[in-house]
C-alpha cells in the first residue's frame, strides 16, 4: 500500500478521534500533483514537524500522535480547485466540497472509506508517495467513517 505524510493536525482531522466535534473532519487532501489512477488506500502518516498547528484554531485530540501512522482513507475521486469553484462543472455528487472547509487545491483529493487505528504504527514518513509493508497494516483498523 502506499503512504502519504501529512503533518497534524490534519492527518488526525482526517482520521478522527473519540468525541470528535462534527463538522470539522479533513474529507479532501490538497497536493500539487493528481494521485495516480489506481491509488485506491491510502496509509495517512502524521508527521513530526508541528508547523501546521499553528496555522489551526480548532479541536485537536487530547493525545495528538507524531511520526506514526495513524489509519487508512480510499482516494474517492480527484478535482482541480477550479472544477470546484465551478459548481456547475461538478456532479450532484461533489458539489458539497465548493463548502468544504478544506478544499483549496491546487488538485482536491476526495477521500472517503476512512479508518482510524487504534494503536498508530511508529514509522519515519517520506515526501510524496511512499509503499509501506501492508503486513503491518493487517489487523490494525478500527472503523470511524464508511
Given at each position: 500500500m502506499y503512504a502519504l505524510t501529512i503533518q497534524q493536525p490534519y492527518a488526525s482531522l482526517i482520521v478522527g478521534w473519540p468525541n470528535?466535534?462534527?463538522?470539522?473532519?479533513?474529507?479532501?487532501?490538497?497536493?500539487?500533483?493528481r494521485p495516480p489512477r489506481?491509488?485506491?488506500?491510502?496509509?495517512?502518516?502524521a508527521g513530526k514537524s508541528r508547523t501546521w498547528l499553528a496555522t489551526w484554531?480548532?479541536?485537536?485530540?487530547?493525545?495528538?500522535?507524531?511520526?506514526?501512522?495513524?489509519g487508512t482513507a480510499a482516494v474517492?475521486?480527484?478535482f482541480p480547485i477550479e472544477s470546484i469553484r465551478d459548481a456547475r462543472a461538478m456532479?450532484?455528487?461533489w458539489?458539497?466540497?465548493?463548502?468544504?472547509?478544506?478544499?483549496?487545491?491546487?488538485y482536491c483529493w476526495v477521500l472517503g472509506a476512512v479508518h482510524r487505528f487504534e494503536d498508530p504504527i511508529p514509522m519515519v514518513g517520506k515526501?510524496?508517495?511512499?509503499?509501506?509493508?501492508?503486513?503491518?497494516?493487517?489487523?490494525?483498523?478500527?472503523?470511524?467513517?464508511?
Amino acid at each position: 500500500m502506499y503512504a502519504l505524510t501529512i503533518q497534524q493536525p490534519y492527518a488526525s482531522l482526517i482520521v478522527g478521534w473519540p468525541n470528535m466535534p462534527a463538522g470539522i473532519r479533513k474529507r479532501v487532501e490538497n497536493r500539487s500533483w493528481r494521485p495516480p489512477r489506481d491509488l485506491g488506500a491510502l496509509a495517512i502518516h502524521a508527521g513530526k514537524s508541528r508547523t501546521w498547528l499553528a496555522t489551526w484554531d480548532g479541536p485537536v485530540p487530547p493525545q495528538m500522535p507524531f511520526g506514526c501512522i495513524v489509519g487508512t482513507a480510499a482516494v474517492l475521486a480527484c478535482f482541480p480547485i477550479e472544477s470546484i469553484r465551478d459548481a456547475r462543472a461538478m456532479s450532484y455528487r461533489w458539489r458539497w466540497l465548493a463548502r468544504h472547509m478544506h478544499a483549496h487545491g491546487p488538485y482536491c483529493w476526495v477521500l472517503g472509506a476512512v479508518h482510524r487505528f487504534e494503536d498508530p504504527i511508529p514509522m519515519v514518513g517520506k515526501q510524496g508517495l511512499w509503499k509501506v509493508d501492508d503486513a503491518l497494516l493487517t489487523g490494525k483498523r478500527l472503523r470511524v467513517e464508511g
